[in-house]
RNA sequence: CGCGGGGUAGAGCAGCUCGGUAGCUUACCAGGCUCAUAACCUGGGGGUCGGUGGUUCAAAUCCACCCCCCGCAA
């Protein structure tokens, strides 16, 4: 089939590669490249870098609502779009512009968690379990039918990061199916339950500063749905200091209080406390509190 | 030229202002002790102090340039 791929981070980037080994992928959209990094340079994102090196036409327009664009998107002659993490509203003209549609893959087990962040939402929320949906697109936001389905179990091991790799996998492996079998799937695509509907918002940096007035359960839920990023941090000293893992700790005391800073890291939260368990100082690498600690002491202050 | 922190033993840090034999914690090795613990006691090895050049009797420390890592912002 004659794909059009639009898509922008590193999670559409693994549904690309599979797709293109499977079907023809004759143009990439992904969003222009943005001012990033150290030195404020102008960086490709990944899926742009891939598809130049693997030489297939990259556009990257800067929106999809004038007519040029929409006109020169339909010239394509594609038989389906796929669209993972683009970053652009799609117009109705675009949504309906190839004969098969335009199909999404999204990080959730919808209706649950439609919209920005749903792999971090899930664990901060304390699901059990996540997925990916294949659906329909539609104007409304993560609204269409649902083609295909797959799940994935949240543990307590499982990182905003670790869910992210195993849904851009399993997406990846499942938007290739929906290819394949697209037909036979909208004949039977499913609606989704309205009644069921949450709304994963968008993450805001704000939320990544630590309230140790919140109970240890609901800290620890965060600070793994937030690793990598952005990760829950806390001040100390006028020092950013950044939990990467913690574990919770049957202890109490006043919120914030550092209870225990020289054999280990326990830091006393609204309700029971939370032991680091690895950390990131400001300008050093993410390391075990074992480490932080042979060379470094935390004081019993309070944490405001 | 976006702002900033850092590179010293395998790991984590101190020492740098104010140049003068490189130190702490841990890990490792050996011996002892122990039912057991991130155990304890004794002894030991391990460093071209990121690189190059400069200043100096003398540079981890002061100066210049370069390389690498990271936080913030976006």
Redesign the pocket.
């Known amino acids: 089939m004659k794909v059009v791929f639009m898509g922008t981070p590193e999670f559409a980037l693994s549904a690309l590669k599979k797709i293109a080994k499977k079907h023809d992928v004759i143009c990439v959209y992904t969003r222009e490249p943005?001012?990033?990094?150290?030195?404020?340079?102008l960086?490709k994102s990944p899926v742009h870098q891939w598809s130049e090196e693997n030489g297939i036409l990259v556009r990257t327009p800067k929106t999809l609502r004038s007519p040029e664009a929409q006109k020169e998107y339909a010239d394509l002659r594609a038989d389906i779009a796929v669209v993972a993490a683009y970053g652009l509203i799609l117009p109705q003209p675009i949504i309906e512009a190839f004969p098969k549609g335009c199909i999404n893959i999204h990080g959730s087990l919808l209706p649950r968690w439609r919209g920005a962040a749903p792999i971090q939402r899930a664990i901060e929320a304390g699901d059990d379990k996540s997925g990916i949906t294949i659906m329909n697109i539609v104007q409304a936001l993560d609204a269409g039918d649902m083609l295909l389905k797959g799940e994935v179990k949240i543990t307590k091991e499982t990182t905003g990061e670790i869910l992210h790799d195993q849904l851009a996998e399993l997406g990846a492996e499942l938007i290739v199916q929906a290819l394949n079998q697209i037909d036979e799937l909208q004949s039977k695509a499913e609606k989704q339950n309205e009644s069921l509907v949450t709304y994963a918002a968008k993450i805001d940096?704000k939320e990544?500063l630590i309230d140790f007035n919140l109970s240890a359960e609901e800290l620890e839920r965060k600070i793994r749905a937030f690793n990598?990023y952005?990760?829950m941090?806390f001040e100390y000293k006028g020092e950013?200091i950044?939990i990467l893992k913690a574990e919770i700790c049957h202890q109490n005391g006043k919120a914030g209080m550092i209870l225990?800073g020289e054999?280990?890291l326990i830091i006393a939260c609204g309700k029971e406390a939370l032991s680091v368990q690895e950390l990131?100082?400001?300008?050093?690498?993410?390391?075990?509190?074992?480490?932080?600690?042979?060379?470094?002491k935390f004081e019993n202050i309070v944490l405001s």
Do not use: C, D, H, W
């Open positions: 943005q001012i990033a990094g150290r030195g404020n340079k960086t940096k990544s990598p952005p990760a941090y950013r950044k225990e054999q280990a990131q100082r400001a300008g050093k690498k993410k390391m075990t509190i074992k480490e932080v600690l042979n060379g470094f």
